[in-house]
């Protein structure tokens, strides 16, 4: 079992940058592959971002490539999203996830998510 712990989110403007946190719990977090996932009012879950165990594998969606930077830290059992440049489309609920897998774009291939946190972007 892993317990995550997002935070972090909250009501920024335009252009603003936002900084979320995921903490992990259970088992040896460098066993797990780490993704975002994001999910807007009336739409599917969508992935954002993902890190390998080491750091070295890390993937973006094209939406917030260039915008967006992930990363983590094995000996604080964390991965960070890093949201710079925001805008209203941003606004979702932020998801951390693991998996032991390599299908990291995938939200069904995730055995483990946190609660969310509320990312909401005005204009």
């Known amino acids: 079992q892993v317990n995550l712990v997002e935070s972090g989110g909250g009501l920024v403007q335009a252009g603003d940058s936002l900084k979320l946190s995921c903490a992990a719990s259970?088992?040896?977090?460098?066993?797990?592959?780490m993704a975002w996932f994001r999910q807007a009012p009336g739409k599917d879950r969508e992935f954002v971002s993902a890190?390998?165990?080491?750091?070295?594998?890390?993937e973006y969606a094209d939406i917030v490539k260039g915008r967006f930077v992930i990363s983590r830290d094995n000996t604080k059992n964390t991965v960070w999203l890093q949201m710079n440049s925001l805008n209203p489309e941003d606004t979702a609920v932020y998801f951390c996830?693991?998996?032991?897998?390599?299908?990291?774009?995938?939200?069904?291939?995730?055995?483990?998510w946190g609660q969310g946190t509320q990312v909401t972007v005005s204009p």
């Open positions: 996830a693991a998996t032991t897998t390599h299908e990291l774009q995938r939200a069904d291939f995730y055995s483990y």
């Open positions: 259970g088992r040896p977090f460098n066993w797990y592959n």
């Open positions: 890190i390998g165990r080491t750091g070295l594998t890390i």
